[in-house]
């Protein structure tokens, strides 16, 4: 079995949110890598089923990976949180990378009401994993459906988001264009939940988590599930 350093075994831990032990997790993480050896191997079918099958949209912000993964979508925090999850399930150390963007990335993609709202920049996250002794990101946000659906709606360009694949050896950092400042990596979503509490930036009070969210969220898929709609119509 590949051993890894003693600085990344913190990138491997069982956490409140980042619960990969429990048994939707590593079901899921077996079933993605089955007879398969190579690590890089197995990052790249997390992350592809991932990408893929976790829709983005807003979600409960205090969901654990394994509820992100019942639900079947998430924004960038929780939908990096189950990627993360998944990894670690199958032995590969994982990190969230932390930086600030413009929001107007997010037109388009949530309630326009909701859009109104936002400050003008706000906290991203994407997975970054440790492969061949080193990080690498390999950022998840978008499905493909919902990146056609973006370009065809006119919302990004080819050149700000050149492709949503990921090779395993390149860095892949969809929203680029869009970063203002890069706040480092943290280990895991548990300390970047905490932060975005402390900062009261981004994260829902509980009551409306627990009152209004079960209606709302399910409501804000919209604008993206019709993102989506238009790139399945407008395929050649």
């Known amino acids: ?13 069982v956490t409140r949110l ?3 032990d429990h048994p939707r997790i590593r079901e899921r993480a077996v079933a993605l890598i089955a007879g398969i050896e190579e690590p ?3 990052a790249l079918r997390i992350f592809a089923w991932v990408r893929d099958h976790v829709r983005f949209g807003l979600a409960f912000s205090r969901s654990t990976a394994s509820q992100t993964l019942q639900r079947g979508y998430g924004e960038c ?3 990096t949180n189950a990627q993360v999850a998944l990894l670690r399930a199958a032995g ?3 990190r969230f990378r932390w930086v600030r963007a413009r929001s107007d990335v997010l037109h388009g993609l949530v309630l326009d009401f909701l859009y109104k709202q936002l400050p003008p920049v706000v906290s991203h996250f994407w997975a970054e994993c440790y ?3 080193r990080w690498v990101s390999c950022e998840a946000l978008l499905d493909r459906p919902l990146y056609e659906g973006m370009l065809a ?3 990004i360009t080819r050149e700000q988001v050149p492709t ?3 090779d395993g050896h390149s860095d892949l950092v969809l929203l680029r264009p869009w970063i203002t400042e890069d706040l480092g990596h943290l280990p895991g979503y548990d300390e970047a939940l905490a932060a975005l509490i402390r900062s009261q930036e981004g994260v829902p009070p509980l009551w409306f988590e627990r009152l209004i969210a079960p209606w709302f969220y399910p409501l804000n898929l919209r604008p993206s599930d019709r993102l989506r709609q238009r790139a399945r119509i407008e395929a050649p």
């Open 77 to 79: 925090g929780t939908k």
């Open 18 to 20: 980042c619960d990969h």
């Open 1 to 13: 079995m590949k051993t890894h350093p003693a600085s990344t075994q913190p990138y491997l831990a």
């Open 131 to 133: 492969l061949d002794g």
């Open 92 to 94: 590969i150390p994982a």
């Open 40 to 42: 890089r191997e197995k």
């Open 153 to 155: 709606a006119g919302l």
């Open 164 to 166: 949503i694949d990921w």
